[in-house]
Nanobody
């Protein structure tokens, strides 16, 4: 069974940057699509970005394009989310998810809190 562990969240000020990490274990990472979601207080969980581990193809939600970058390190079984120019709207719990194809999420991490003060 695939296990995901996120890290890198914290409290920052508007305009700052953070890099989230998602370490994956228990699966053939190269066959997966790894995704980042976020859930703001009182709101539903929403897609942020994903990356195909075999070829690095990336998809972003429109609100983070140009500010967030998803990347992978297959040797370290890790996916990253570099977040720049953060705003209060980015405050949320960020989750990593893994699945065999886009839109299919077989495993989820426990999440890491990102809080941006304005």
């Amino acid at each position: 069974q695939v296990e995901l562990v996120e890290s890198g969240g914290g409290l920052v000020q508007a305009g700052d940057s953070l890099r989230l990490s998602c370490v994956v274990s228990g699966g053939a990472l190269s066959t997966y699509v790894l995704s980042w979601f976020r859930q703001a207080p009182g709101k539903e969980r929403k897609f942020v970005a994903d990356i195909r581990m075999n070829d690095g193809f990336k998809v972003y939600t429109s609100s983070v394009k140009g500010r967030f970058t998803i990347s992978r390190d297959n040797a370290k079984n890790t996916v990253y989310l570099q977040m720049n120019n953060l705003t209060a709207v980015d405050t949320a719990v960020y989750y990593c998810a893994a699945g065999p194809e886009r839109g299919t999420y077989a495993s989820w991490g426990q999440g890491t809190q990102v809080t941006v003060s304005s």
